[in-house]
């Protein structure tokens, strides 16, 4: 059977980018028109607040595919292929352990206290075994009716599979794990933080 590729975008996320970005439209708009002037100094930091709004809420993904999981987060995005991966866990977030270091996953983040309040034991139905911790418990963020249970889910059984296969008994190319910095971003931010700063102080 041909693997079927998995990419996960949180829409509440994308919605409040999209919110907050069409806020600073309105705010420039409203600036320029009332003080063209002041808009030079006072533009920035709603500029700013546009951009980090993005990169928080609009760029965090998932895409789990044949070879490996692609994290896509604020400021990295991390490629880490099925052999390195060494245990996946939800406690403050979906997480995946490599002997490189833990990589989380800012689209699914565990869910809130209230969320968790209705789970019943038929939340966990399916959940692998790979989930269970050193007691043999499970955390309500490993609840497949979660965002960020479903999502560890199909990746623990995709690796659990794998795995009992021998598939991955041959480890890990040390190369295969790559991080990638999203300079562009982390520059825009810098330049619009240091312009706000002088626009406002100036």
Excluded at 104 to 113: E, F, I, K, S, T
Excluded at 115 to 141: I, M, N
Excluded at 185 to 200: E, F, K, Y
Aim: net charge positive; charged share 15%; aromatic share 8%.
């Amino acid at each position: 059977m041909a693997f079927q590729e998995v990419l996960y975008r949180p829409v509440f996320g994308r919605v409040l980018a999209v919110a907050t970005v069409v806020v600073c439209a309105i705010g420039m708009i409203a600036l320029v028109l009332g003080d063209a002037a002041s808009a030079l100094r006072y533009a920035w930091p709603i500029v700013l607040v546009a951009v980090v709004a993005w990169a928080l809420f609009w760029r965090p993904s998932l895409r789990v595919q044949e070879h490996g999981i692609t994290v896509s987060n604020v400021l990295r995005t991390y490629f880490v292929p099925w052999p390195a991966i060494e245990r996946i866990d939800t406690r403050f977030s979906l997480t995946l352990f490599t002997a490189a270091g833990k990589v989380p996953v800012w689209a699914a983040p565990a869910p809130g206290r209230h969320r968790t309040l209705g789970l019943a034991r038929q939340d966990f139905d399916g959940v692998g075994e790979s989930a269970r911790g050193a007691h043999g418990g499970l955390r309500p963020a490993d609840a497949v009716s979660t965002p960020s249970g479903n999502l560890a889910q199909l990746i623990r059984g995709h690796w659990e599979r794998l795995r009992d296969s021998g598939m991955l008994d041959a480890g890990v190319d040390p190369d295969a794990n790559t991080v990638t910095w999203h300079w562009a971003t982390i520059t825009a931010i810098l330049v619009l933080a240091a312009a706000s700063a002088i626009g406002i102080l100036a």
